[in-house]
């Protein structure tokens, strides 16, 4: 069974500062996907970011990265410069083949003024 | 693009009424997932198709709920009897195969009382 576990179910930061949400997940397969997604109030989930199981280049979108440990199963999201619009929900989410996306409970970010 | 559509965004209905969900999904994508998110539960996937033909319905709670999708263009997710356990928030998503991320409608928000 695939799982993906999310231990922080809320974390705050202060505004320009850097956070990182963590995330591990359990598989026995070796070529995947891997997705943060980010749920704002308005409700709309946006993909963050994606990581190929098959790249051990750690991807990055401007101020997001990823650490993806993939012997570790793990695949955390740091947010460099915080900004207030980065307060959202944040669900991390993996894929294999099929397409069914395995999600985290989510962690409820707050960036602080 | 516009994305992916759903219709409504809100619904309020009674109890034991028939509740239509609508989404289309992005031009070109083969796959449309139907999530149904809860506080308690999270996001739980509850349909998908591929090509038009349901693939995995295992996630559907229960014969009140039906899913259709005549064409590559527009599905349905049809409540009937609703009931107050239904509320909550349904997504519709939609994905190209070959390993791309999830693109999510803005959702529709049920209310049943």
């Known amino acids: 069974a695939q799982t993906v576990t999310q231990s922080q179910p809320e974390m705050s930061v202060q505004e320009a500062e850097t956070v990182t949400l963590s995330c591990t997940y359990d598989t026995s397969e070796n070529n995947y996907y891997l997705f943060w997604y980010k749920q704002p109030p308005s409700r709309q989930m946006i993909l963050v970011i994606r990581q190929e199981a098959y790249k051990q280049q750690n991807a990055t979108e401007n101020r997001f990265s990823v650490n993806f440990q993939k012997a570790a199963k793990s695949f955390s999201l740091k947010i460099s410069d915080s900004q207030l619009g980065d307060t959202a929900m944040y669900f991390c989410?993996?894929?294999?083949?099929?397409?069914?996306?395995?999600f985290g409970t989510g962690t409820s970010l707050t960036v602080i003024p | 693009d516009a994305g992916v559509i759903q219709s409504p965004r809100h619904e309020v209905t009674e109890m034991g009424q028939e509740v239509t969900l609508r989404c289309k999904p992005i031009s070109g994508h083969d796959y449309l997932f139907w999530y149904r998110q809860t506080m308690m539960r999270g996001l739980e996937l509850l349909i998908y198709f591929n090509n038009n033909v349901p693939i995995d319905d295992s996630g559907m709670p229960e014969d009140r709920f039906s899913a259709k999708m005549p064409n590559a263009s527009f599905s349905t997710l049809k409540i009937q009897p609703s009931e107050p356990r239904d509320s909550a928030v349904y997504f519709c998503?939609?994905?190209?195969?070959?390993?791309?991320?999830?693109?999510f409608g803005s959702g529709t928000r049920l209310t049943v009382v």
């Open positions: 989410a993996f894929v294999y083949t099929g397409n069914q996306f395995y």
């Open positions: 998503a939609s994905r190209r195969s070959g390993g791309g991320g999830y693109t």
